[in-house]
């Protein structure tokens, strides 16, 4: 076996992963993950992660697609090619409400799915992961905690211990 | 809880609240998984062969249609003054409205938490996309001149010209192409974890290489699972199922749903614009908005039970489709219905009230003019039909409740026509009054679209999961972190369903 990715453990239902979850946490590893084919409520808090960036992105597009929107109206009905239609004025922030409208939905829905791929670093073509065995029966009902090697605090046989420890069956090694 | 509460608690003896669970007989994650994957991953069925021929069959009466039309003129379609908006508008609202159902269930019944969506979900949102692009093939076909139909984008163009932004019909296009897309997102978004799903059993099946059958049986299944690991490989762009992505795909979820939910209710609001801002009477009032939206989920709830209930008998998807989620689709149906009814109505009094004598005539000409057919029609489907669902042993008849789906959706069709059709026949000049009536091309290119969703939704069957796997999950007790549940199939069915916190 050449360079190691780390270790993976399966737990055997939700609340055990979830308070194994809490006990990684506890014991300070910063690179190590959850694997469940199904989100499960209130993991991020049990992983000591912080609250989505995702939303950023939204309200970036959102105010992106309202300027866009509303500029766009006025450059193009009242500067670049002024057009007389019913007597009504040239720009108005009213009419093109529409416009602004659906814009800030539309830019603000591709940021939010931008978001999400750049908050996962997706698409990834690669993980060590997709080599192991235990790793793809999550797609199934296995639940799993695995620890990356590069966490400062990994350590073979420690670590090996200390996911036994909080309740962790089937360890495996994943290679890198 | 404190002495007192505890004390007043045992002496009132709370009713036992049974909630039926949202997956039936207690099923566990594994049986779930199979349940939906098996059915992209088996042979395929002999009925979707049949299916799928009779549906390119029709699919292909719209391609004559518009070939006719492209080659001839918009002439060969049944406008002619004073109605120069017929069936192609028609159409256009009744498919628009039909997708409404889809981005209802995703979203608005995902802010307010109703675990029952989950199973229905997906398909929704799926009918939901191929009825924006039935839709779309109407207006765009309309302008005449199909080739110049890109010019209704702002994109520079060579006669230096830009859309023409204080028209309700180009508030229209971008309405309509925003709502495709987001939903087109949306749907994708929440498929990937599914998709990553069936990318690792395949790859598992290839490394366990147990297949059966013959040698060449056994090659083309290694075949199909090869190609099966890398199409899904690429459509989940890496998803691992982490408790990272799950916490930013969560979010990202969350936001998507709350920006559909405006978009939804903005999008039939548009196009009911295209009417409420024209001075034609029938036309011009200000029910429209949330009379279309009604009517819109009213349809679309139709369309999802007249796709959903055969799908549920095919499959045999009884345990993730049940009574309960038969039961509260049948009720939207029931409201939705009846606020539309209710508009009908409404519409009847302030024609009336209003005291405007253009107005008042455009309503008995509805009803009792010339085309009091469709009228009756449209008022017995949508009025009368879904009152039934009152009735347990109604909804509980799915036959019965089929039949229904299909009336609601001719009753909603004849609406439009009705809106559209009698203000336009009957205008301010009697001398320029007119009876309109669809030619054979209007009829081909109409049906024809019914065969173009069906090969779509055919297609989304046979390759997409159609259930969203990790939400069907995710409602299940045992998802619960705080529960007993095991994930093994014991937990206890009277239990919460996941949102009980």
């Known amino acids: ?176 | 809880m404190d002495a007192t509460q505890a004390a007043l608690l045992a002496r009132v003896q709370p009713a036992e609240l049974y909630e039926s669970p949202l997956v039936a007989n207690d099923r566990d994650f594994n049986w779930v998984t199979e349940k939906i994957c098996r059915i992209v991953e088996t042979k395929t069925p002999l009925w979707w062969w049949v299916c799928m021929a009779v549906a390119l069959v029709t699919a292909s009466f719209t391609g004559l249609g518009l070939l006719w039309l492209v080659s001839t003129g918009v002439g060969v379609w049944g406008l002619a003054n004073p109605i120069n908006w017929g069936w192609a508008i028609v159409n256009f609202v009744f498919w628009i409205g039909i997708g409404h159902a889809g981005t209802l269930i995703s979203a608005v019944l995902c802010l307010l938490k109703q675990g029952w969506r989950t199973s229905i979900n997906r398909a929704a949102e799926a009918m939901t996309i191929f009825a924006v692009v039935c839709a779309g093939i109407f207006p765009l076909f309309h302008v005449g001149r199909v080739w110049f139909a890109w010019w209704l984008f702002p994109i520079p163009n060579s006669n230096a010209i830009w859309p023409q932004f204080r028209s309700p019909l180009e508030w229209d296009v971008f309405a309509v192409s925003t709502y495709g897309t987001v939903s087109v997102l949306f749907w994708y978004m929440g498929m990937m974890p599914d998709l990553g799903v069936l990318r690792d059993r395949a790859v598992l099946r290839l490394k366990a290489g147990s297949y059966e059958g013959t040698k060449i049986a056994k090659q083309v299944a290694v075949g199909m699972d090869h190609f099966r690991k890398n199409f899904y490989a690429i459509l989940a762009m890496g998803w691992r199922n982490a408790g990272n992505h799950w916490r930013n795909y969560e979010m990202a979820y969350l936001v998507l749903a709350g920006l559909s939910t405006p978009l939804v209710l903005s999008v039939h609001t548009i196009v009911s614009f295209d009417f409420a801002l024209a001075v034609l009477p029938g036309w011009h009032t200000t029910i429209f908005p949330p009379y279309f939206v009604a009517g819109a989920i009213f349809s679309g709830f139709g369309m999802v039970l007249t796709l959903m209930l055969p799908l549920r008998a095919l499959y045999g998807l009884h345990d993730l489709i049940t009574q309960r989620h038969i039961d509260n689709m049948c009720k939207i149906c029931l409201g939705t219905g009846s606020i539309v009814g209710y508009a009908y109505i409404m519409e009847f009094f302030i024609a009336w009230y209003g005291a405007n004598p253009f107005e008042s005539y455009a309503f008995i000409n509805r009803a009792f003019g010339q085309y009091w057919w469709a009228y009756l029609i449209m008022f017995s489907c949508n009025v009368f039909t879904p009152q039934l669902f009152w009735f347990k042993k109604v909804r509980a008849n799915h036959a019965l409740v089929w039949i229904m789906s299909i009336l609601i959706n001719v009753g909603m069709w004849f609406e439009r026509f009705v809106i559209t059709v009698t203000s336009l026949a009957n205008d301010f000049l009697p001398s320029s009054w007119g009876y309109y009536s669809p030619t054979m091309v209007d009829i081909l290119t109409f049906f024809g679209t019914f065969g173009l969703f069906s090969v779509l939704f055919l297609l989304f069957l046979r390759f997409l999961p159609l259930m969203p796997i990790a939400e069907v999950k995710f409602v299940m007790p045992a998802a619960d972190p705080h529960g007993h549940g095991s994930g093994h199939s014991h937990g206890d069915p009277a239990q919460g369903q996941g949102d009980h916190h």
């Open chain 1, 1 to 176: 076996m050449s360079e190691k990715y780390g270790i993976i453990a399966s737990f055997s239902d939700t609340p055990a992963l979830f308070h194994a979850a809490e006990k990684v946490r506890d014991a300070g590893y910063k690179k190590w993950d959850t694997y469940s084919s199904f989100p499960v409520h209130g993991m991020p808090e049990a992983q000591g992660q912080a609250r989505s960036k995702v939303p950023i992105f939204t309200f970036i597009g959102g105010i992106t697609g309202f300027c866009v929107g509303l500029l766009m109206v006025w450059w193009m009905n009242a500067y670049d090619y002024p057009l007389i239609i019913r007597g009504q004025p040239y720009f108005s922030p009213v009419f093109p409400f529409p416009i602004m409208y659906e814009l800030t939905i539309l830019v603000a829905a591709f940021g939010t799915l931008g978001g999400m791929f750049l908050t996962n670093m997706l698409p990834q073509h690669y993980s060590p992961l997709f080599n192991s065995q235990t790793f793809l029966e999550v797609s199934g009902d296995r639940l799993c905690i695995a620890i990356e090697a590069h966490d400062g605090l990994f350590d073979a046989v420690e670590t090996r211990r200390f996911l036994e420890e909080i309740g962790g069956t089937d360890i495996e090694e994943v290679s890198a």
